[in-house]
């Protein structure tokens, strides 16, 4: 399985092409949209040439489809529609929220299918390929296709993990949460400090964001810590009062987080009495 085609020469297809050309496969294909994506993407790997998509299929043994979500079912359909689907040939897509679903076009013409997403962010191709070291990918697939489905992960040197495709969404949803939301808080906080006049937000948010992060990551609720973990309910009226009057607008946020936290708090052992000292406060 060594002569590969992209379809979807962007941020993920271009940093995978190259790291499949590194592990040793052949990249002979690169099917786009637009002229400008094919054409970095070969100025990268000289062996590919650009081809429409059911070409690039037709001659390869295992096909990568790297096109936006909103792009996936009408990109895999079309490439069946066109009998171009070559038997035996192995096809995965990288999106999060997909299981292989989205494959069946190409399965029922007689391919192998996996969607194999990596948990890491693809800024650039550049940035991408030098993140895959190490990087968590949820595998989906059939009993039978797990198996190459994961030595292919393994070739560009990530770790597969086995989701199940109807948890495919929640898993999505996690990442979602654990990747967007928390830049959006941070980014909340960032607002927060400059209001107080700190010119490098980062200094003190970089470590401190990092710190926590991990620990939550690895220990849940028992990571918790702060006002709302300890129960300090004056200092979230406090905080409260300053918001409403210096930055209104992050008041909502301030209080759906802090009253998710407050559970998280409770569970992680906060007593009765000073839980619901901080709940009047939030409720007030
Ligand atoms: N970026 C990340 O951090 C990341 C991380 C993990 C997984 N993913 C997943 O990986 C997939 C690709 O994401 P990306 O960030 O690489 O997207 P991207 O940079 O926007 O690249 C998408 C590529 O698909 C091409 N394309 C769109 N429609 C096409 C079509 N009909 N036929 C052929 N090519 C087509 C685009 O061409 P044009 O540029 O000409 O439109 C572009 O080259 C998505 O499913 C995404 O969810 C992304």
Redesign the pocket.
């Known amino acids: 399985m060594r002569r590969v085609a992209v379809?979807?020469?962007?941020?993920?297809?271009?940093?995978l092409g190259m790291a499949l050309d590194r592990a040793g496969y052949r990249i002979v294909a690169v099917?786009?949209?637009?002229?400008?994506?094919?054409d970095d993407?070969v100025r990268r790997l000289p062996s590919a040439r650009s081809m429409a998509?059911a070409d690039a299929a037709r001659g390869a043994e295992l096909v990568l489809v790297?096109?936006?979500?909103d792009?996936?079912v009408?990109?895999v359909r079309?490439v069946a529609a066109a009998d171009a689907v070559a038997e035996g040939s192995r096809w995965m897509?990288?999106?999060?929220?997909?299981g292989t679903d989205v494959l069946e076009p190409v399965r029922l013409a007689g391919a192998a299918v996996a969607a194999c997403?990596?948990?890491?962010?693809?800024?650039d191709p550049d940035t991408?390929l030098a993140a895959l070291p190490g990087t968590s990918w949820a595998v989906t697939a059939d009993e039978g296709d797990l198996g190459w489905a994961r030595v292919l992960v393994t070739d560009l040197r990530g770790s597969p993990v086995t989701v199940d495709a109807g948890s495919r969404t929640l898993y999505h949803a996690g990442l979602t949460v654990g990747s967007n939301a928390t830049a959006t808080v941070v980014t909340l906080a960032r607002d927060l400090l400059l209001g107080a006049g700190v010119t490098d937000p980062s200094q003190f948010l970089g470590p401190l964001v990092t710190t926590s992060a991990s620990n939550a990551a690895s220990r849940g609720a028992a990571a918790l810590t702060g006002p709302v973990r300890r129960g300090d309910a004056g200092t979230v009226a406090r905080q409260l009062d300053e918001l409403r009057t210096v930055l209104p607008e992050a008041v909502e946020a301030y209080l759906a987080l802090s009253r998710l936290a407050l559970r998280h708090a409770r569970r992680a052992g906060l007593g009765d009495e000073a839980a619901a000292a901080v709940a009047a406060v939030l409720d007030n």
């Open positions: 379809i979807g020469p962007g941020r993920v297809g271009t940093a099917a786009g949209r637009s002229r400008q994506g094919s993407f998509a790297c096109v936006g979500d792009a996936l009408e990109v079309r897509h990288t999106s999060g929220g997909y997403h990596p948990a890491q962010t693809f800024p991408g």
